[in-house]
């Protein structure tokens, strides 16, 4: 056997050391890379709330006589409404809560439900500064924008929604309260529509740009008016769902070019007359409601 020259081996092993030595620093920032888009990811997918659809309803506040008078006509918004979300939107039913109302998402959406209250939102959207609005409610920095946003909501009133940043919409049920409570970002980034029905009951409803849902042929119509909510507004309650405004607006003119019901139906033209559709369409009604106090 061949013996072997000691010196002459040690610098092919010294070499084959700084060789491995490379790859295991390449490997570990490779790792510390892969880490970190990891941990990126993990936050963006806390920030974002998907875009799918929903669909919240609730039933309308009667009591003796009048509910049983009424039963035909509030189980058709019901039915309707589950139609909607159901079949046109492609929902799966969240929560249930019998005559109370419901809310329908999205396999994926962002849902969330309090356990003392009952109270379930869903959550669309991108919520930029998270970290500090979980942080303000003591959540933690990955949780879920739905829970995010119920924590505010009991926390603070409506007080919460001007410090919401990015592109955003969510909505809420409280069966306890037989009410609903909706908001879209400051943009109207995410359009969602309220609907009151023709014998009380609300409904609200989302479906993502791009869908080829048609709110002005949707099965809901013939027992709800359905609207817009505007840019930077939220609804609230059961019986009185107009709009409130959390942003102001520049002017009028900015008012009527932004709240419109549907795409091509335009309010008033910001000098307070009325347009051929009247009601919700009525523009002074519609600032005056905006400029009435919230009753939170």
Not at 139 to 158: E, F, I, K, M, W
Not at 202 to 216: E, L
Request: charged content about 25%; overall charge negative; glycine content about 10%.
């Amino acid at each position: 056997m061949r013996a072997i020259d000691e010196d002459a081996a040690t610098p092919r092993a010294d070499a084959r050391d700084d060789e491995e030595a490379r790859e295991d620093g390449t490997t570990t920032r490779a790792d510390e890379a892969a880490s970190g888009r990891r941990d990126a990811k993990t936050a963006s997918d806390a920030r974002d709330g998907g875009d799918g659809a929903f669909v919240c309803f609730v039933g309308a506040k009667q009591r003796g006589s009048r509910a049983s008078s009424a039963g035909g006509t509030a189980g058709r918004c019901r039915r309707r409404s589950e139609l909607v979300a159901l079949e046109e939107l492609g929902c799966e039913m969240k929560r249930d809560f019998g005559a109370a109302g419901f809310l329908a998402a999205a396999r994926d959406a962002n849902v969330h439900e309090c356990e003392d209250s009952g109270m379930v939102a869903v959550f669309v959207g991108e919520l930029e500064n998270l970290e500090e609005m979980a942080r303000d409610c003591d959540l933690p920095s990955d949780a879920n924008p739905a829970h995010v946003v119920t924590q505010l909501r009991s926390t603070y009133g409506t007080h919460f929604l001007d410090e919401l940043k990015g592109s955003w919409a969510f909505a809420m049920v409280h069966p306890q309260r037989e009410a609903v409570f909706a908001a879209v970002d400051r943009d109207g980034t995410h359009t969602i529509y309220r609907g009151r029905g023709c014998e009380g009951g609300v409904i609200i409803m989302y479906a993502p740009q791009g869908s080829s849902f048609n709110p002005r042929q949707c099965a809901a119509l013939d027992v709800f008016e359905l609207t817009k909510v505007p840019a930077g507004s939220f609804i609230s309650g059961n019986k009185h769902i107009s709009p409130h405004r959390y942003v102001l607006m520049k002017s009028d003119q900015d008012l009527a070019a932004t709240y419109n019901t549907f795409d091509d139906v335009q309010y008033g033209g910001g000098d307070g007359t009325q347009t051929a559709h009247g009601g919700l369409n009525d523009f002074s009604k519609l600032k005056a409601s905006l400029e009435t106090p919230s009753a939170d």
